[in-house]
């Protein structure tokens, strides 16, 4: 008779839940950081049905828009992947370009309408830093000396200021 042999079948680990920590759809420049509580001898995430090189561990911090699953390996046997978590990342819009509707040096009491043809969720006009309560359309009426710009928002993300329009009221 021949010696025996023993035959291990290890089990197929379930698969991982992941979670986010934080917001799933959020501006360039943003993250979300993803993660399995599950715990494994080995990870591997995937964004779509392509693997991430080099994201091996239990959390993933995601910067671009896509779906998110990862696989585990417990006893060299590998896991179906997880449950996928859709991230979006919007992207920042261009700064406006604003213009003015008339002479920027006037007299007191005199007006200057400044406007911007760029479309956007929402607007808001700034006084140097200052932002300017109340101004949130396109276009905002100066009657006071100052430097003025515009930031828009698309997608809630906020732009960067618009180039800057001096107003002199003498």
Known sequence: ASNALEVVVNPIPDAAVITAEGQTTFCAGG???LKTTTVADSYQ???GLSLITGATQQTYTATESGNYSVKIT????ESPASNPIAVTVNPIPDAAVITAEGQTTFCAGGAVVLKTTTLA???QWYKGLNLITGA??????????????VKITSTA???LASNALEVVVN
Do not use: H, L, R
Not at 136 to 149: P, V
């Open 136 to 149: 949130t359309q396109q276009t905002y009426t100066a009657t006071e000396s100052g430097s003025y710009s």
């Open 121 to 123: 969720d929402s607007y």
């Open 45 to 47: 995430w995937y964004k």
């Open 74 to 77: 417990s006893i060299a046997c």
């Open 157 to 159: 993300c906020e732009s």
């Open 31 to 33: 993250a979300v950081v």
